[in-house]
């Protein structure tokens, strides 16, 4: 029995459902739902002025930022009207340190955590009870869409909760029969792994997987492949782009509906697919902007967007770096939140070892970064430019420590598969691409893997489940 694992997650649900407003969020965005697009505009507009009036009374990032600015509260008589207050970008984030925390939260109280980094490096970001039982009622929404009840097993295929002892140890899944979710390592998916997934998957009867879409992709092939056959409810996948013909071969694997969600760890904007696949952006949760990228005739938008929720660091108008393209409803769901058609700002190709291992976006954005503890990186950019070699190339802030960057680099090569070899070459800026947009992740080598080709392994990972 794992009692440190144990208590963790017994921590982190009563953090979730019962500490926070959780059962009264989720009881209010179970109305909200249906309501029509004029109450939900008056809702929004309701949330957006309590926020900057928040913003200003606790947060001195902004209140400064008002006073230069000589914007007030009494500014906003619509909801458009936030369009006169400045964009927030990462780095204006960054450089802002802990004047942009409200000061009503004493720092120690708050949870740490990291953004995903889709554009090159993560951001350090800040939560409280209130904010963290406000997003579950979020997630839970998501999950009532997609079928999924509170008793329901979910598996996990992302790098998130792989810990670097874990990742030492080769250790392929734990269960946590507290939250009820099987965790699976996606750092050691290989076509020789999935048959054990597969049995985890059964032995805990698991009715939905969530992850990266270039993690659950790649097992749903295998298993076509294999003819190894796994029901489940709903597979939904997150952070890194789903392709029509990746929706297709999940939801062909595992005999469900695929649904996909677009959200953030600085909690400004959350979308998300409903029954009817329809990606809908969700009112309550922020002031979502799209701005066009082209003039006002392009669909393509980037997101700025005011999150409400997430009061120990407000964020205002702030640009998430990633891209959309505008929809048109209205959805056949009755729903009358804004559509739009796809999320395009999260492309990145996958790196693919020599022996069949692949890392998408977010699984070497988290490793370098969380795992092995780079830090003061601008920008990073991983380039396949060979079948068995990566260059990373990164861009240093001032506070950069070289030696502190080859102790992260040597952790990093070391967690790689031994058939690739790694370089890192500090440059002056990365590669965008005509968006402006920073594409983590760049393969320049055709991948020569058949997709019913896959190779045998010399399975060096050993099958290791914790004793929850
Ligand atoms: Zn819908």
Redesign the pocket.
Same mark, same amino acid.
């Given at each position: 029995m794992n009692y440190k694992l144990l208590a963790a997650s017994a921590s982190h649900l009563m953090a979730k459902r019962f500490l926070g407003p959780f059962w009264s969020r989720r009881k209010w965005l179970n109305r909200t739902q249906w309501l029509s697009a004029d109450e939900l505009s008056d809702i929004q507009f309701k949330l957006l002025k309590q926020t900057i009036q928040y913003a200003k009374r606790n947060v001195p990032y902004y209140r400064r930022q008002m006073k230069n600015q000589g914007f007030s509260s009494e500014d906003i008589r619509s909801p458009a009207d936030i369009r006169s207050f400045p964009i927030l970008t990462k780095r204006d984030v960054i450089d802002a340190g802990d004047t942009i925390l409200a000061q009503n939260f004493p720092k120690f109280l708050l949870r740490h955590a990291h953004t995903g980094g889709t554009t090159g490096a993560p951001l350090s970001v800040y939560r409280s009870l209130f904010s963290i039982g406000n997003e579950h009622a979020f997630v839970r929404r998501q999950w009532d869409w997609a079928q999924i009840g509170f008793k329901d097993r979910c598996a996990y295929l992302r790098g998130s909760i792989i810990t670097e002892s874990n990742l030492m140890n080769r250790r392929l899944y734990t269960y946590d029969p507290i939250m009820k979710e099987l965790h699976l390592s996606s750092y050691h998916l290989t076509p020789e792994i999935v048959p054990t997934y597969i049995e985890a998957m059964k032995k805990h009867k698991v009715a939905a997987l969530v992850g990266y879409p270039s993690a659950i992709s790649f097992f749903a092939r295998v298993c076509l492949a294999r003819n190894r056959s796994l029901a489940l409810k709903s597979v939904l996948t997150t952070s890194e782009a789903l392709t029509m013909s990746m929706r297709e071969e999940i939801s062909r694997a595992f005999a469900c509906p695929v649904y996909d969600f677009y959200g953030g760890a600085e909690r400004v904007c959350y979308i998300f697919?409903?029954? =009817?696949?329809?990606y =809908?952006i969700q009112p309550e949760y922020g002031y979502t902007e799209l701005i066009p990228v082209n003039g006002p005739q392009d669909n393509t938008c980037r997101i700025v967007a005011t999150g409400f929720w997430n009061t120990p660091m407000p964020l205002i108008r702030y640009d998430t770096g990633d891209l959309v393209v505008k929809g048109s409803?209205?959805?056949?769901?009755?729903?009358a939140?804004p559509?739009i058609e796809s999320v395009t700002g999260r492309e990145g190709d996958v790196i693919k070892t020599p022996s069949g291992e692949e890392f998408g976006v977010t699984i070497m954005i988290h490793l370098l970064y969380v795992v092995c503890g780079a830090a003061n990186i601008l920008e990073t950019q991983f380039i396949q430019d060979a079948p068995d070699h990566i260059t990373v190339e990164y861009v240093p802030d001032e506070k950069f420590c070289a030696d502190d960057f080859c102790t992260a680099q040597r952790k990093f090569i070391g967690y790689l598969p031994d058939d690739i070899t790694i370089d890192f070459k500090r440059v002056k800026a990365v590669q965008r691409t005509s968006s402006g947009k920073i594409r983590p992740v760049i393969s320049l080598t055709p991948i020569t893997t058949e997709e019913n080709d896959f190779p045998v392994l010399t399975g060096k990972a050993k099958v290791c489940e914790s004793k929850a």
């Open positions: 697919t409903c029954e =009817h696949g329809c =809908h409803g209205p959805c056949r769901c009755g729903r939140f559509v």
